[in-house]
C-alpha cells in the first residue's frame, strides 16, 4: 500500500470546509482538479468525477461520511486490481479547522507499478492549499 497526505489549519468555520468539499455544483469552479460531478456527495451516495488528467475517462466513486467531519471516497477495479480511498477529516482547533487529506492506494496493478486510480491530477497538497483558499474566502463572506 502506497499513501499520501496533507494537511492545513484553515481560517474557516467546520461548517464552511465541509460545505466546500460537499458541494459539487462548485466543485468544477475552483482549483480542485474536479473538471465535472455526476451526483452527490452523501452518505452511500455514488458518484462519478471527470478530473484533469484523465481525458475522457471518468472515476466513479462510493461515498461514506460522518457528517460535517470525515468523508471517504473510495474508487476500485474489479477483481483487487487497484483501490485508491480518499479521507477527509475535519476537525475543530481553537477558532480554525485542522483539515486532513490521505489518498490510500493498493490492489495488484499498485503492486506490479502500473495503473492505479487517481482522483486528480493536482497533488493532495495542491487540492488542500485549494480547499484552504476557497474556504477562507467563503467564510469572510
Do not use: C
Amino acid at each position: 500500500m502506497h499513501s499520501l497526505e496533507s494537511e492545513a489549519l484553515i481560517n474557516a468555520r467546520t461548517s464552511t470546509v465541509w460545505a466546500v468539499l460537499t458541494d459539487t455544483g462548485n466543485l468544477t469552479v475552483w482549483e480542485s482538479g474536479i473538471t465535472a460531478v455526476d451526483g452527490e456527495l452523501r452518505n452511500g451516495g455514488r458518484v462519478r468525477f471527470h478530473t484533469t488528467g484523465t481525458g475522457r475517462r471518468s472515476i466513479r466513486v462510493r461515498v461514506q461520511q460522518l457528517p460535517g467531519s470525515v468523508m471517504t471516497w473510495t474508487a476500485s477495479l474489479p477483481l483487487g486490481l487497484s483501490k485508491t480511498t480518499r479521507t477527509f477529516t475535519l476537525a475543530p482547533a481553537d477558532s480554525l479547522t485542522r483539515f486532513h487529506v490521505r489518498d490510500e492506494h493498493s490492489g495488484l496493478l499498485h503492486l506490479l507499478g502500473g495503473h492505479t486510480l487517481h482522483f486528480a491530477d493536482p497533488s493532495v497538497a495542491d487540492f488542500v492549499r485549494s480547499v484552504k483558499k476557497r474556504a477562507e474566502l467563503l467564510d469572510r463572506l
